[in-house]
């Protein structure tokens, strides 16, 4: 599937740990996880809906069970960073998730991605938690972070 393998690229672009397309199909196949694709247009759609011609801007892969989701995975194409696209695409889906009537939200990221927890931030994520020597290549701490729905 296309749109699969252009969301590995993105991942190998982003992550030293990358996911293969094999990796990623397999998540999928459970309904409890979720792929969101934003497009170079803006939209925010699921994965399954994405049109093949569309081209992919970025993505978030998340887990929803019962009350809580967990944020698996975000990336944007190198290329159009800090144009917006990872912002649009995280508060579609705390909105989105809003719908789903969750009491909290879970993510995980490395400690030195100050980016990235600027964005959480953002949206009202705290830190709860370190996770200590939790990434490999390079070795990095972790932060657990967590969104309570009010």
């Given amino acids: 599937m296309k749109m699969i393998r252009?969301?590995?690229e993105i991942e190998k672009e982003t992550f030293?740990?990358?996911w293969s397309e094999e990796a990623l199909e397999e998540s999928l196949k459970y309904p409890y996880?979720?792929?969101l694709l934003i497009t170079g247009s803006e939209m925010v759609m699921d994965y399954s809906e994405c049109p093949e011609e569309e081209t992919i801007a970025g993505y978030l892969l998340y887990s929803s069970l019962s009350q809580e989701a967990e944020l698996l995975r975000i990336a944007i194409r190198t290329e159009?960073?800090?144009?917006?696209y990872g912002s649009r695409l995280f508060r579609f889906w705390l909105?989105?998730?809003?719908?789903e009537n969750p009491e909290r939200v879970f993510l995980e990221v490395r400690a030195?991605?100050?980016?990235a927890i600027h964005l959480y931030k953002k949206y009202g994520?705290?830190?709860i938690a370190g996770r200590k020597d939790y990434y490999k290549n390079p070795v990095e701490d972790a932060c657990?972070?967590?969104y309570i729905y009010q």
């Fill in 6 to 8: 252009t969301v590995c």
């Fill in 16 to 18: 030293s740990d990358a």
């Fill in 33 to 35: 996880n979720h792929l």
């Fill in 80 to 84: 159009l960073r800090g144009r917006g």
């Fill in 95 to 99: 909105e989105y998730l809003g719908g």
């Fill in 112 to 115: 030195g991605n100050q980016a």
């Fill in 125 to 127: 994520f705290e830190k």
């Fill in 144 to 146: 657990v972070m967590q």
